[in-house]
């Protein structure tokens, strides 16, 4: 992820060195937007190489978390299915849509829950470490995938802004989008070091 850093300000450094080079006064500069239009096409690339050399690298701790994950999601569902159960007499959904799945509804406590850290460490890591004691004490989840989910929802926010930065109308606004991408990378790989045992 901190190589996903340095491609997101050195893109923007070669679209702005142009203008710092550029003589006072003079009102057009021409930019190339294309450095930030190659780290939104490598970001999502460069993130899977990372967690792969992690994998490599400490291969019995992913497993022992994947194990977790799995313990972790077999309560999730079970209580799931339990509110499933009680709600049986309601109507199967608003408008026609339907109620998620067991599964489904396993996997979105997940995404809530790393979504919630993410959220709180951005204003108080300490909180946000609280917080991840307080949901892993159920124990329908588990430190370590908390964690992970947090760091994801937070790459993703990074992935979006670099993807519309592709698709941005003008230089100054690629270079924004780009850079803005950085404080949620930067979060990410926080999340991801943090050691909470």
Request: with cysteine.
């Amino acid at each position: 992820m901190n190589t996903l850093i340095g491609a997101c300000s050195e893109a923007a450094g070669a679209v702005y060195q142009p203008i710092a080079a550029a003589p006072p006064g003079q009102e057009a500069v021409e930019v190339n937007v294309l450095p930030c239009i190659q780290v939104s096409l490598t970001a999502a690339t460069l993130l899977d190489r990372a967690r792969a050399e992690d994998d490599a690298r400490w291969p019995a701790v992913v497993e022992w978390e994947r194990a977790q994950a799995q313990r972790t999601y077999a309560g999730r569902c079970a209580v799931a299915q339990a509110q499933e159960f009680v709600e049986k007499g309601d109507p199967p959904g608003q408008n026609g849509v339907p109620l998620p799945t067991v599964e489904q509804a396993a996997a979105m406590d997940l995404v809530s829950a790393g979504a919630e850290v993410t959220a709180r460490w951005r204003r108080d890591p300490e909180e946000a470490v609280a917080l991840v004691h307080e949901l892993a004490a159920g124990g329908e989840f588990a430190l370590d995938e908390i964690l992970d989910e947090a760091v994801d929802a937070a790459v993703v926010v990074g992935l979006l802004a670099l993807q519309e930065a592709r698709t941005a109308s003008d230089p100054s606004t690629a270079v924004e989008l780009c850079l803005g991408a950085v404080p949620h990378i930067t979060l990410a790989v926080a999340l991801a070091s943090a050691d909470l045992d």
